[in-house]
């Protein structure tokens, strides 16, 4: 019995020394995300060939073709019945299939104008994006439909308006675009004059509890 007693507060210092030397178990904080610009500016196509997280394949003078760094975390749902994908790197919000049909610059802006009159997904502020915005659905490889996007996204998107201008353009105003079919290994961002025509895929900036 004495013995016993006697070496009582050594095994129970052993074990409070296997106790405290546990590995502790820390959550992770949540990976911060990359914030685009989400207000349009009127640039020139050197000024986009120098935006943030993006690989140049070949530069020209409407832009360049490339694709973005950018790793995407994409999610697509269902809100309200209509179909939306989240970018939970960007924290932003898509329109999963767009306009299905071609229009000029004014257009674009006038469909928005629609479907945030409607409600889309139960929102009223969509808007097109900006060209970086754009530009980080640029994907590095090619998908089974042929074009440098996620097939998340609907396949009739060959080519989408942003909010961006290139006043710079001539006698004519310039605005920029993102054509997912491109060439030399990546997608193209150029601009256009604005009485072109592209399809449009709205987004919409949400805060992390959206």
Request: proline share 3%; aromatic share 10%.
């Amino acid at each position: 019995m004495y013995k016993m007693k006697k070496h009582l507060p050594l095994h129970l210092l052993i074990i409070s020394f296997v106790l405290l030397s546990a590995p502790v178990i820390i959550k992770a904080e949540e990976k911060s995300q990359i914030v685009l610009r989400s207000t349009y500016r009127d640039l020139i196509a050197l000024q986009v060939q120098h935006i943030s997280n993006v690989f140049i394949v070949n530069k020209h003078n409407y832009g360049f073709y490339g694709h973005s760094t950018i790793k995407n975390s994409y999610e697509n749902k269902s809100v309200s019945g209509d179909s939306v994908v989240t970018d939970h790197t960007t924290g932003l919000v898509w329109h999963q299939s767009g306009s299905d049909e071609e229009m000029d610059w004014s257009k674009a802006k006038q469909w928005v104008k629609d479907l945030n009159d409607n409600g889309y997904a139960g929102y009223s502020d969509w808007r097109l994006p900006t060209v970086e915005e754009a530009i980080s659905l640029l994907a590095p490889n090619i998908n089974p439909s042929g074009l440098y996007v996620d097939p998340v996204f609907d396949a009739k998107q060959t080519g989408i308006w942003t909010g961006d201008e290139n006043d710079s353009a001539g006698f004519m105003d310039g605005a920029w675009s993102v054509r997912f079919t491109g060439g030399y290994g990546g997608g193209n961002a150029c601009w256009v004059y604005d009485n072109a025509r592209n399809r449009v895929r709205p987004v919409r900036s949400v805060n992390k509890t959206q």
